[in-house]
């Protein structure tokens, strides 16, 4: 993409209101704008890596056998009355909102409910079990204070996967193969080594739930890394569990850190409030068990910022950032310069790169500026003094070390 | 994909309450699931269908300039204040909502406003225009009365394009192109034919405004349509304009139609409002003048049932189908035949054909039912009878007949 045709603009200074890192460097660099406190829109570089970041989500839930669709925002008082969760006693966090006729209706903020009740006409038999089906869709929670940027939303995108198993052990398989998934994700999109898997507390159906969490400043938890596995222990629970559960080591370090994901065996908590049951193979009628697996891409997106950005700007892993190459060309005028980047530009599209070229016409300096605050992984620089050489500087965002490369080297 | 994995089952009967043709039939297939009136959940098969539509969107949307954005459904009052449209007096159609601190919100059933604002951070000169963007995303509209399916709801999706350009005449060319991409849309969905450039009333910068309406029974349209030329007049203009305004006929057809998009020239409506100015090439402050775009995915794809469908079920044309080939295993357990379909099914989807392979135990009217009533273009038989000659028994939805062929003339 031409920069000069991108619509968005960089700024000096985030909103005066904006007190979380990440977000006042996306709202910078253009990526994001804040509509309100937790409220914000995605422009076109922001968007991409929100698609990036949910397209690598979604391809490792389809891996495991998820089934894609797509539930509503609006929901109805009869469904969630069900389970008690209507009642703002009970849920603080709705957004709810009414019809014309008077009748009340809430904004989503997860979909146990109408999920269980929607499966009742699919799930009858051990012979429909299980089922594995999730969204990318966006929730709505009304937090009281949303000062975290893209890391706690007022309303926000939201993956939720759910399982429906015909027991307890195909359940227990299922939810291992999830964790193995949910690892995957965070390796590809750059946090794998800071993202720690986290026992927390587990409510009716089991002892545990588990969170993955990044090791971050910004972080709102405090979790405990156990010393000799790297299992984390979240700080709830950690009073009454200071053994680690994997490897029964002692000796933990305390860090601030950020949940990115989180997998939950509901049970039968929601089928049987549904009565969502099957008959088994003997004839006998029996209730689904359900598991539960979120992720939040742009949570997870605010979270790469706050984790890898540095005192320039952001730094994208290569999976998720906007472009590949951010070429600039800084050629002040001097046609053959132009020309040698426009060609490159053109070489690197028609093999498939996705390259952001900074065409305008302006001073090296902000083109410098730009490409840091950015964080697009490798910077391509062409100048009078580059071509001299007949070469490209390439530089990763990462390194301080620029080199110089022919254009071979470069397209291969 | 194989049907026997697919957790969405068929069903005899659409709930009660459902009246529109599109929605029993997406219902009982298993492609969409009501919620309550207006609101739909979009199930693997539909939503593949909505997709589709939405990429075919997407794709003509960029190749005229648009780029692709993703704002907020929650809206604050203050940004809509501004052009009188908080008032329920004024937009009747309003969810409202409001925050823990009392502070109230809105839904969102339009972006005009909060992106006209957005822009003033990015457009300051004429070198920053024009600018096009576009989103698809959620939109709510409080209906008093949702009986049309997906043609009407209260919670759809939509994809909103808008055009900021520097004057008159720069606005008059891109919404010309507009009116081409999207006649190339209507195209590529498979209601090219039955859709008509229809002239509306225009409001205060325009004569006219321009929607595309498609010929169907469901349509809460009248159109009056030109003999000679094929452009419609819309029945809210047609006592004052009964003349074709492209081609001077005098001659009209009436039909019942569905709006399935609408361009508007919004002159400096919104730019006046919020101060959304530039200074040209002279250093003077002009006022931006602005477009909008729209199309609902999720009513044009309920218009393709309504307009498309017969007795028997569903018919989606090629470029929106959720599969392109249903091929029907009727092996009756008879293993040399199930063999063949394995094998035609594993070479079909390595060739990058996309096909949902009726793998179930189930009996033979069973699947040409399912088949019928989903619509998938193409059908597959493999059966004791056709492989005994060597071939497949293949059947376009629209035909009665179907043909024998080898695997070699499938695959080519």
Redesign the interface.
Same mark, same amino acid.
């Given at each position: 993409m031409r920069q000069s045709?991108?619509?968005?603009?960089t700024?000096k200074q985030a909103p005066a209101d904006e007190v979380a890192k990440n977000a006042e460097l996306l709202i910078k660099a253009?990526f994001i704008?804040k509509?309100?406190a937790g409220?914000? !829109?995605?422009?076109?570089l922001g =968007?991409r890596v929100?698609n990036k970041i949910s397209d690598v989500i979604r391809d490792e839930m389809n891996s495991i056998?998820g089934?894609?669709?797509?539930?509503?925002?609006?929901?109805?008082k009869e469904t969630w009355s069900t389970t008690n969760r209507w009642s703002e006693e009970v849920v603080d966090s709705w957004?709810?909102?009414?019809?014309? !006729?008077g009748t009340e209706?809430g =904004?989503g903020f997860t979909h146990e409910e109408?999920l269980t009740k929607?499966?009742k006409?699919?799930?009858q038999s051990y012979k429909?079990l299980p089922?594995y089906?999730y969204q990318i869709q966006?929730k709505?929670r009304?937090e009281?204070r949303a000062k975290s940027g893209l890391m706690r939303g007022?309303?926000f995108l939201m993956k939720d996967f759910y399982s429906f198993s015909k027991d307890e052990k195909s359940h227990v398989e299922f939810y291992e193969k999830a964790k193995g998934a949910y690892k995957k994700i965070f390796e590809r999109v750059g946090l794998g080594g800071r993202t720690h898997l986290t026992f927390a507390s587990g409510g009716t159906f089991s002892k545990y739930s588990h969170e993955f969490q990044t090791v971050t400043e910004a972080g709102e938890d405090t979790i405990h890394i156990c010393s000799s596995c790297g299992t984390a222990i979240n700080e709830e629970i950690f009073a009454e569990q200071n053994v680690c559960p994997v490897c029964n080591g002692k000796e933990f370090r305390t860090e601030k850190a950020v949940e990115v994901g989180n997998i939950f065996n509901l049970g039968s908590r929601f089928s049987e409030a549904f009565d969502l049951s099957y008959l088994d193979e003997s004839g006998q009628k029996k209730l689904v068990v359900m598991g539960s697996y979120g992720i939040g891409p742009g949570r997870l997106m605010g979270t790469i910022v706050e984790a890898l950005s540095d005192e320039k700007g952001m730094v994208w892993p290569k999976n998720v950032a906007p472009f590949e190459y951010h070429l600039l060309d800084l050629s002040g005028g001097n046609e053959k310069v132009k020309a040698f980047a426009e060609d490159l530009y053109g070489t690197l599209s028609a093999a498939g790169h996705e390259v952001l070229y900074d065409d305008r016409p302006a001073r090296a300096g902000e083109k410098f500026a730009d490409a840091d605050l950015f964080g697009i992984p490798t910077r391509l620089v062409i100048s009078e003094k580059t071509i001299g050489e007949g070469k490209i500087e390439r530089k990763e965002r990462t390194s301080d070390t620029p080199a110089l490369v022919t254009k071979a080297e470069l397209v291969g």
């Open positions: 045709t991108l619509f968005s603009k700024r253009g704008h509509e309100m409220v914000y !829109s995605y422009l076109p =968007l929100l056998g089934q894609e669709l797509f539930l509503t925002v609006l929901q109805d957004f709810k909102t009414k019809l014309k !006729s209706l =904004l109408p929607l499966m006409d699919h799930i429909d089922v089906v966006t709505f009304n009281p007022r309303e």
